[in-house]
């Protein structure tokens, strides 16, 4: 099983990142998938959820209008297009795959910096 995120960097605040996991090893499709971040010192943190078939997203309310969740399940990816970056929104962002009665998969995180 692998999750590999990509996409991250420097940005300037105002900026945009579009992230990607690549998902391989299991059943994609069957699998929710989410976005969480942490910043240094920080708890780790949701930041978006998408259904196994892409119907329904969850965002936590400091990303709400700003970030979108989408998946292809054709390409065992998921991204999170992120619009209007702040400074706090600097973390590292990790992918997670979530079904019932199974163990989490998660990636090794991408690091997202906004700064000036």
């Known amino acids: 099983v692998q999750l590999v995120e990509s996409g991250g960097g420097l940005v300037q605040p105002g900026g945009s990142l579009r992230l990607s996991c690549a998902a391989s090893?299991?059943?994609?499709?069957?699998?929710?998938m989410s976005w969480y971040r942490q910043a240094p010192g920080k708890e780790r943190e949701l930041v978006a959820t998408?259904?196994?078939?892409?119907?329904?997203?969850n965002y936590a309310d400091s990303v709400k209008g700003r970030f979108t969740i989408s998946r292809d399940n054709a390409k065992n990816t998921v991204y999170l297009q992120m619009n209007s970056l702040k400074p706090d929104d600097t973390a590292v962002y990790y992918c997670n795959a979530k079904t019932r009665f199974r163990p989490d998969y998660w990636g090794q995180g991408t690091q997202v910096t906004v700064s000036s």
């Open positions: 998408i259904t196994s078939g892409g119907g329904s997203t």
């Open positions: 090893g299991f059943t994609f499709s069957s699998y929710t």
